[in-house]
């Protein structure tokens, strides 16, 4: 699929860059950072399983300054994908922010760590994005997922005293 994309992106005389930045105007720039938190041995199990049980009980009221409006918990709720199957249980939240950023939080199955995906996207108010707009969408964009990241690192050190 993607080499039928670069094909047709080259047909037209342009790069599968423009083509993506192309549909990023007219639908929006969604962006993830993907960061996690190593915790060796016993101990580190104990810190991860202390860090999810905190995210479940006492959920943030806000992340880096935006609200934080919805929470979905996959251990005590019923969560069914697109084709109506139930997900199976497991320790993971999702947190939505006001400013339409997620961030999701599990723990690792293979590794010693907490696994952290953070979500954001930043969608037209208009028609579409221009170039200059979208060029500067995107680094705010970026910015925001480093804050962010930022933010849910100090928290969940500061879970974890």
Known sequence: MFC?????AKSRGRTVDQLLDKAFAGFGYFEE?????????AEGADKIARLLESYASKPPGAIAGSKVVGITDFEKQTIRDVDGDVIPKQKM???ELEDKARIAVRGSGTEPKIKYYIFAQ???DKEKFNEEELARIK???TEQLEKI?????KDARARLK
Request: glycine content about 4%; proline content about 4%; charged content about 30%.
């Open 139 to 141: 680094r705010e964009v």
């Open 33 to 41: 950072k993907n960061a996690s938190l190593y915790f060796e041995g």
């Open 149 to 153: 990241w930022s933010f849910v690192e």
């Open 4 to 8: 039928e994309m670069a094909a047709y």
């Open 93 to 95: 939240s999702i947190f």
């Open 122 to 124: 930043k969608r037209p």
